[in-house]
T-cell receptor, first 110, second 115 residues
């Protein structure tokens, strides 16, 4: 069973700061997902990564397959970025579901 | 396109009662999933259906049954609810193409309280 660890668990920052959330996993994977969940809200997929780096607006996700580690960065953070960010990994089976980290609760203060 | 829909949004049950959580998707996806989300535990897989006609246990299947009614619908049944099943339940789906990394699309969730 893959163990997925996220850090930090909670993060409070000021508007405009550069944010980094980390994710590590224990067993080789086919892909890693970053998800966003707003309070009381649904879950939205931000990125899927098999290798390298992806960028979408102010969000950047990187993965190092050899080190079994991924990071999610938010540049020029804004209060609307306040949410829970969840890392999830997909095994070689693919169709047999995701294994999730416990999430990082991010608060951006104005 | 409604995406993934779940009913009900919120339910209160008494211990021992039964209920079925409904999930439907209109994206012609093959694979569907039920997860539960608990504080401090993250999301965990209950059951999944890789394709129509198949279902498999996930990490925490005890106390639950599922039915893949057709390609669109995947229901989760609690036969005799217990307080430990108080949780938020999410249904998700994906195309399910072999060997392809795909986005999972999540429903809005069902909040279940078992007294």
């Amino acid at each position: 069973k893959n163990e997925v660890e996220q850090s930090p668990q909670n993060l409070t920052a000021q508007e405009g700061e550069f944010i980094t959330i980390n994710c590590s996993y224990s067993v080789g994977i086919s892909a890693l997902h970053w998800l966003q969940q707003h309070p009381g809200g649904g879950i939205v997929s931000l990125f899927m990564l098999s290798s390298g780096k992806k960028k979408h607006g102010r969000l950047i996700a990187t993965i190092n397959i050899q080190e079994k580690h991924s990071s999610l960065h938010i540049t020029a953070s804004h209060p609307r970025d306040s949410a829970v960010y969840i890392c999830a990994v997909e095994g070689a089976g693919g169709a047999d579901g995701l294994t999730f980290g416990k999430g990082t609760h991010l608060i951006i203060q104005p | 396109n409604a995406g993934v829909t779940q009913t009900p949004k919120f339910q209160v049950l008494k211990t021992g009662q039964s209920m079925t959580l409904q999930c439907a998707q209109d994206m012609n996806h093959n694979s569907m999933y039920w997860y539960r989300q608990d504080p401090g535990m993250g999301l965990r897989l209950i059951y999944y259906s890789a394709s129509e006609g198949t279902t498999d246990k996930g990490e925490v299947p005890n106390g639950y049954n599922v039915s893949r009614l057709n390609k669109r619908e995947f229901s989760l049944r609690l036969e005799s609810a217990a307080p430990s099943q108080t949780s938020v339940y999410f249904c998700a789906s994906r195309f399910g193409l072999a060997g392809v990394v795909e986005t999972q699309y999540f429903g809005p969730g069902t909040r279940l309280l078992v007294l």
